[in-house]
């Protein structure tokens, strides 16, 4: 990829297009940015990014001039690829990339891309801990919240970057090639930005697109999507599961992790500093009981058998591995226990955004539960997630533009003790005087946090603040 000589348009003021920016100028080129907001404030991005101070910045629709002298267009992860102005400049043979493949271009050392549809966070920060455990100069990076390109500038050549990768980000990749990947699962998200189940697909597995035999993918076998692209990844597969007992891989029985089949070491890209690491199992081996971790739910079993492959591709000692994951506790805002107010157990899981992740959030819950659903509408179906309440929902309160929809899916599985909320506060005054010793409450509302809120993080903060507050 040949940046040098192209006329550079960043689109996106937010954090992704600012740290852009910044890693642009301080490689000696002169970007634009442009946000479509109207009602943007440059003063006042200006003064809030001194980066920005000298860079020329347009807001609205982008004018004729400008589209014909661009001849790179840098995407934040939000602005949807097939616009009809950017489809006018990809047709032009303008280079269009996003943060992800800029920052890869400039960034050094190995890399690990994580994607799935849920269980990214958790494993990219499980991960990134057990990395930092053997490893010098560890970076944890991307969907996670921390722009890549805010840290390229202080990579070293035998670092390491753990990057989550959503399927938006795989969108505008094109050299970007981790040496360890892992697709953790696909499920039905985001279809109003692509369009279809099967373009979304195609960007999940986009993540291995330039790996080899060399490299390593980790696989989810019990994942239709993810199974059927064992025999096509063009990387080695080490695939896990918490259904079956695999011959090859990692997978869960009766309460115990296991790793069958052999150990791959990965020595191809490990020199000097770096030491290898080979440990053929008597296979099976009995890996750890899931009793000692900290994490709850299935879904996270899932994750750490990912997190267990991918430290096992990046030859990380078991015992160094095994400490991190025992010591590890849940992330932010997914299946995240607040507190225990009058008898009642409250549980974020705000970053449940889609019905698959909210799944994993009832399916974790072992107490009578006052469910909070709804909020943004991404073209979702929710019959999966109703089935999988299993008599454990109590009251469903639901909020947001999809609380009809939701309402009305509910009502066909059986399920009538709803309430609706017109705001927030009303939501969780309606859980808190609903809710008896011995309940829990699970904010998981298998919906975007857009409309009611700027992000799902602020979403989850509000929750715990309200919850907090609740006086015994």
């Known amino acids: 990829m040949i940046l040098e000589d192209k006329k550079i348009l960043v689109v996106g003021s937010g954090k992704s297009g600012i740290a852009a920016v910044e890693l642009l100028k301080s490689r000696g080129f002169e970007p634009k940015l442009i946000d479509s907001n109207e009602n943007l404030d440059i003063d006042k991005l200006k003064n809030d990014n001194p980066v920005l101070k000298d860079v020329e910045i347009i807001k609205g629709e982008i004018t004729k001039e400008l589209k014909d002298e661009t001849t790179c267009l840098i995407l934040s992860p939000g602005v949807p690829t097939d616009l009809p102005w950017i489809n006018e400049l990809r047709d032009n043979k303008c280079l269009i990339i996003g943060e992800i493949e800029l920052a890869y271009h400039f960034g050094k050392g190995a890399v690990i891309g994580i994607t799935g549809t849920n269980g990214k966070t958790t494993t990219t920060t499980l991960v990134g801990e057990i990395m930092k455990a053997y490893y010098n100069n560890v970076d944890v990076v991307g969907n996670i919240g921390i722009p890549y390109t805010t840290k390229v500038l202080e990579q070293k050549e035998k670092g390491i970057t753990v990057a989550e990768i959503s399927s938006f980000q795989l969108e505008t990749t094109i050299e970007f090639h981790p040496v360890v990947t892992a697709i953790l699962n696909i499920t039905p998200d985001h279809l109003n930005r692509h369009h279809s189940m099967e373009n979304y697909i195609k960007a999940k597995e986009h993540i ?39 011959s090859d891989g990692y997978y869960y029985e009766d309460g115990f992790i296991y790793r069958a089949g052999v150990r791959r070491d990965h020595t191809g890209y490990w020199e000097d500093d770096f030491v290898s690491y080979n440990d053929n199992y008597n296979m099976p081996k009995k890996i750890m009981n899931v009793h000692d971790m900290n994490l709850v739910g299935m879904c996270n079993i899932e994750n750490v058998m990912a997190a267990l492959a991918i430290a096992e591709s990046m030859n990380v000692p ?12 849940a992330v932010e805002h997914r299946i995240e226990f607040v507190a225990t107010k009058r008898g009642v157990d409250y549980y974020n899981d705000s970053k449940g955004t889609n019905p698959d992740a909210a799944i994993q959030g009832i399916r ?26 299993d008599n454990k929902v109590k009251l469903l309160v639901l909020i947001g533009v999809t609380r009809n929809k939701i309402a009305e899916c509910a009502r066909k599985h059986g399920i009538t003790n709803i309430k609706f909320a017109d705001t927030f506060e009303e939501c969780m005054n309606i859980c808190i005087e609903n809710a008896v010793a011995g309940d829990a409450v699970l904010l998981s509302p298998a919906c975007a946090s857009w409309g009611m809120f700027d992000n799902y993080e602020q979403r989850g903060h509000i929750f715990k603040d309200i919850v907090n507050a609740i006086k015994e």
């Open 208 to 246: 291995t697109a330039k790996q080899t035999n060399q490299d390593i993918c980790v696989l989810n076998y019990d994942s239709p999507d993810t199974r059927a692209f064992i025999n096509d990844c063009p990387a080695y597969v080490i695939a896990f599961s918490s259904k079956e007992r695999l």
């Open 318 to 329: 078991l015992d160094i591995t095994l400490d991190v994951i025992k010591k590890f506790k």
């Open 364 to 389: 974790a819950m072992t107490k009578p539960t006052i469910l909070i659903g709804g909020g943004y509408d991404k073209g979702s179906e929710y019959d999966e997630w109703i089935e999988s309440f």
